[in-house]
C-alpha cells in the first residue's frame, strides 16, 4: 500500500498525559498536513509542512500541540497534557507543493479518547 | 458564518436514484474544489479534484462548479448501497494547498 500512512489507529489516554502520533505521507509527497475531525464536523487545518519546514500553524494548535517533519518524510503530532476536548480523529494528509493537479491524500486518521 | 456551508443531512434515497449534494462558498480566492468520501471510521478519500469553474464527469459522479454563484454540486447517478457514506466538498486557494471543508453531508442509499 502506497497510501498515506498513520499509527496508531487508535489511542486511549487519561487526561494529563501525552501523546504522539505518527504519519507516513506518500513517498514523492513534499508536502505534509495534519487536520482534526470531530463528530459530525468536516476535517479542521492544524499545521503543514513543506519538506521539514513547518510554513502554518492554525490557531486551533494551542501550545500544548507540536508537530514535527525532522528529515521531510515522516511527521509526528504531539499532544502534551491531554484534556477531554482534544478527543477527537486526527487526520495527517500529503500533497505535492504547488501543482497544478496535486490534490490532498489522507490517511485513515488516529482516533484519539481522552478519559 | 462559515466559509463553506454544506447541509449535514441525513439524505436518504433508493437505489438507482441520482443523488445532488452541494456546497456554497463565501471566499472568492478558492480555486480549486473537491468532493471527498469518508466511510465511518475512515478518512477522506478523494472523489472529485476540479479546477475553476465547470463540470467534470467520472463514472457516476459528475462535478458542477459555478464560481459566479459561489455554488458546487456533485451528482450520483444510479446510486448503488455502497455510495451510503459521508460526502465531503472541500476547496483552496491554490493547487496542493490547505484545504477549507464543509461539515459533509450524511448519504444512506436504500435498497
Known amino acids: 500500500d502506497t497510501g498515506v500512512s498513520q499509527d496508531p489507529r487508535h489511542k486511549i489516554t487519561k487526561r494529563g498525559q501525552n501523546v504522539t502520533f505518527r504519519c507516513d505521507p506518500i513517498s514523492e509527497h513534499n508536502r505534509l498536513y495534519w487536520y482534526r475531525q470531530t463528530l459530525g464536523q468536516g476535517p479542521e487545518f492544524l499545521t503543514y509542512?513543506?519538506?521539514?519546514?513547518?510554513?502554518?500553524k492554525s490557531r486551533l494548535l494551542s501550545d500544548r500541540f507540536s508537530a514535527e517533519r525532522p528529515k521531510g518524510s515522516f511527521s509526528t503530532l504531539e499532544i502534551q497534557r491531554t484534556e477531554q476536548g482534544d478527543s477527537a480523529m486526527y487526520l495527517c494528509?500529503?500533497?505535492?507543493?504547488?501543482?497544478?493537479?496535486?490534490?490532498?491524500?489522507f490517511g485513515n486518521g488516529t482516533r484519539l479518547t481522552v478519559t | 458564518q462559515k466559509e463553506v456551508e454544506q447541509d449535514p443531512g441525513p439524505l436518504s434515497v433508493p437505489e438507482g436514484a441520482i443523488v445532488s449534494l452541494n456546497c456554497t462558498y463565501s471566499n472568492s480566492a478558492f480555486q480549486y474544489f473537491m468532493w471527498y468520501r469518508q466511510y465511518s471510521r475512515k478518512g477522506p478519500e478523494l472523489l472529485m479534484y476540479?479546477?475553476?469553474?465547470g463540470n467534470k464527469e467520472d463514472g457516476r459522479f459528475t462535478a458542477q462548479v459555478d464560481k459566479s454563484s459561489k455554488y458546487i454540486s456533485l451528482f450520483i447517478r444510479d446510486s448503488q448501497p455502497s455510495d451510503s457514506a459521508t460526502y465531503l466538498c472541500?476547496?483552496?486557494?491554490?493547487?496542493?494547498?490547505?484545504?477549507?471543508f464543509g461539515t459533509g453531508t450524511q448519504l444512506k442509499v436504500e435498497l
Open positions: 494528509a500529503s500533497s505535492l507543493a504547488l501543482g497544478a493537479d496535486s490534490p490532498l491524500h
Open positions: 472541500a476547496m483552496s486557494e491554490g493547487g496542493g494547498n490547505k484545504l477549507t
Open positions: 509542512f513543506q519538506n521539514e519546514a513547518q510554513l502554518e
Open positions: 476540479t479546477y475553476s469553474s
